[in-house]
């Protein structure tokens, strides 16, 4: 991530269940798996493109309340979210985002 160097970051995307398993609890426990796996390797940031009706419940709230820029200009700046995990430090993740592939996306 621009502006935090150091800073271990993931992103959780695409997340996606098949319509037939859906509202059966199959989402919440990939994106629970995923949180505790990035937590057990101390990533301080995980950040995705996602509902931000759905993605709260697990802790995720606007990347640029946390200080995270989007890597480019979204439709939706709403569905660009970010959780910190307990152990970042305040402000330790800030600057803008990139994936690892580029801004091809």
């Known amino acids: 991530m621009v502006g935090a ?3 271990s970051v993931a992103a959780l995307a695409p997340l996606a ?3 037939g398993w859906q509202r059966r609890g199959v989402g919440s ?3 629970t798996e995923a949180l505790r796996r990035a937590d057990a390797a101390e990533v301080s940031l995980v950040v995705l ?13 606007p990347a640029r ?11 939706d ?5 970010a959780r910190r995990s307990s152990a970042a430090a305040p402000g330790s993740c ?10 091809r996306w």
């Not at 309340?65 to 439709?75: K, S």
């Not at 800030?94 to 801004?103: E, L, N, P, S, T």
């Open 77 to 81: 700046e709403a569905a660009f979210m």
């Open 17 to 19: 269940v098949v319509p």
């Open 5 to 7: 160097p150091d800073a």
């Open 94 to 103: 800030a600057g803008r985002f990139r994936f690892a592939w580029g801004d």
């Open 65 to 75: 309340g946390l200080g995270v820029e989007p890597p480019r200009a979204l439709r």
């Open 49 to 61: 493109l996602g509902h931000p009706g759905y993605y709260p419940r697990f802790g995720f709230e």
């Open 29 to 31: 426990a990939l994106v």
